[in-house]
């Protein structure tokens, strides 16, 4: 089963931007659904990105469209997030998730029930 570390975050002024990363252990010749959300404190968990693991149909959340940007490198198996122009909003914990993709649709769900691996999380602090 696949596995996923994600790095990248840290703290940062609003306006500021940052890469996010999550490495999959292996895809095993597998394509994944991979996505990215995130969970402030007290709030329910939100997708924010998401796309196939081998690209080609970006989805993002409507709270971050135009400010986020999600890509893959397959030879690396890792998924990037950039975010830009961060806001205070925007802290919370990021977390990456993958789903075996059985039947190939046109996109990646947004829904964190669809996703079935985790990785740890990476918190992103944004300071006003």
């Known amino acids: 089963q696949v596995q996923l570390v994600e790095s990248g975050g840290g703290a940062v002024q609003a306006g500021g931007s940052l890469r996010l990363s999550c490495t999959a252990s292996?895809?095993?010749?597998?394509?994944?659904?991979m996505a990215w959300f995130r969970q402030a404190p007290g709030k329910e968990r939100e997708g924010v990105a998401s796309d196939f693991s081998d690209g080609g149909s970006a989805r993002y959340g409507g709270s971050v469209k135009g400010r986020f940007a999600i890509s893959q490198d397959s030879a690396k198996n890792t998924i990037y997030l950039e975010i830009n122009s961060l806001k205070p909003e925007d802290t919370a914990i990021y977390y990456c998730a993958a789903a075996r993709v059985v039947s190939r649709g046109e996109i990646c769900s947004l829904a964190p029930d669809t996703y079935g691996t985790w990785g740890q999380g990476t918190q992103v602090t944004v300071s006003s």
């Open positions: 292996t895809y095993s010749g597998n394509t994944y659904c």
